[in-house]
């Protein structure tokens, strides 16, 4: 008896967590744009509170990179786009390093966050090519 009780009835299949307009790389590159802003409001003053606060806003926002990143990576991403875009793996491993401590979380150069939105705006165009087919 309990064997029926709890016995499945319905299965449900989907492609995607979530349906798929919930992906949008211009996250990962909103956050990118604030790191960048934070970085260059620090060299602009001199008040080491105000720096302090732009450092820490800046570590947190390249974390949310990294974040929105690893989302589409991981969940957007299938098998089939990984074949025809052979560099996205690589391509996302370079933009989630550039957003670590190795690059916009550990730096104040806004040079590294203008690398960091090119990557993100490589990854945006394969994005926008997949969501055409």
């Known amino acids: ?5 709890f016995r499945t009835r319905l299965s449900a299949y989907a492609h ?6 919930v992906y949008d790389p211009a996250q990962a590159r909103i956050e990118a744009e604030s790191v960048k ?3 260059e409001k620090y060299h602009a003053s001199d008040d080491p509170e105000f720096r302090a606060r732009a450092i820490s806003i800046k570590e947190e926002r390249s974390h ?3 974040e929105h990143l690893w989302v589409l990576w ?9 074949e025809k875009y052979p560099q ?5 491993n370079q933009a989630t390093k550039l957003a670590g401590a ?9 040079a590294v966050a203008d690398e960091l939105l090119g990557k993100i705006d490589e990854i945006a165009g ?8």
Not at 126 to 133: C, D, G, Q
């Open 1 to 5: 008896m309990l064997d029926r009780l």
């Open 16 to 21: 995607c967590d979530l349906p798929c307009g």
């Open 37 to 39: 802003a934070c970085m």
């Open 64 to 66: 949310l990179v990294k």
């Open 74 to 82: 991981t969940d957007y991403f299938k098998p089939p786009h990984f």
């Open 88 to 92: 996205l793996n690589e391509l996302f």
């Open 102 to 110: 190795g690059g916009t979380k550990g730096s104040l150069d806004p």
């Open 126 to 133: 394969i994005f926008w090519e997949t969501k055409k087919a």
